[in-house]
């Protein structure tokens, strides 16, 4: 996720929506129109030391949330700040040059709990 630029996709943000959507429990648009998960965490692949860029991606995450006026709920602000947490680090995971994805990689659930057992 980045601003907008030359090589995204046109339709980045609605795409981007869908994928959060459907792991959020919502329903499946991003993978029954757009691609899986192993897709995305191929295109966020082997590009080498992100430095803090996950930490920042997490609290800009945080952050974006207070300007969408997301409800204050504690415990559905924690479960956002978790979700991404944890989806930064994966996404980290394949960060060194040449590490591969595995393939046809189902989509995430997150739940109150974290994520969907078997995930
Ligand atoms: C660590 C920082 C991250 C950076 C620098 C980053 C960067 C990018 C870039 C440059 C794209 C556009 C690629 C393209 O359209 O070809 C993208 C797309 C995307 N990113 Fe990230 N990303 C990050 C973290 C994440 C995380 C944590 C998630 C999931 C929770 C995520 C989910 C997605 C999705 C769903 C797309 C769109 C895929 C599509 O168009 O089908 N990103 N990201």
């Known amino acids: 996720m980045m601003p907008d630029g030359p090589d995204q996709h046109p339709q980045h943000v609605e795409r981007l929506a869908a994928y959060w959507a459907e792991v959020m429990g919502g329903p499946p648009r ?12 191929g295109l966020h692949a082997g590009n080498g030391d992100m430095s803090d860029l996950g930490r920042r991606f997490v609290e800009c995450f945080v952050e974006a949330a207070d300007d969408a006026a997301l409800p204050e709920d504690p415990e559905f602000r924690a479960a956002l700040r978790a979700y991404m947490q944890w989806a930064v680090d994966e ?29």
């Open 30 to 41: 991003y993978s029954e129109s757009c691609a899986d998960h192993t897709y995305v965490l």
């Open 91 to 119: 996404v980290l995971v394949y960060g060194p040059p040449n590490t591969p994805v595995p393939p046809a990689l189902a989509m995430p659930r997150w739940t109150w709990e974290g994520p969907q057992s078997g995930v």
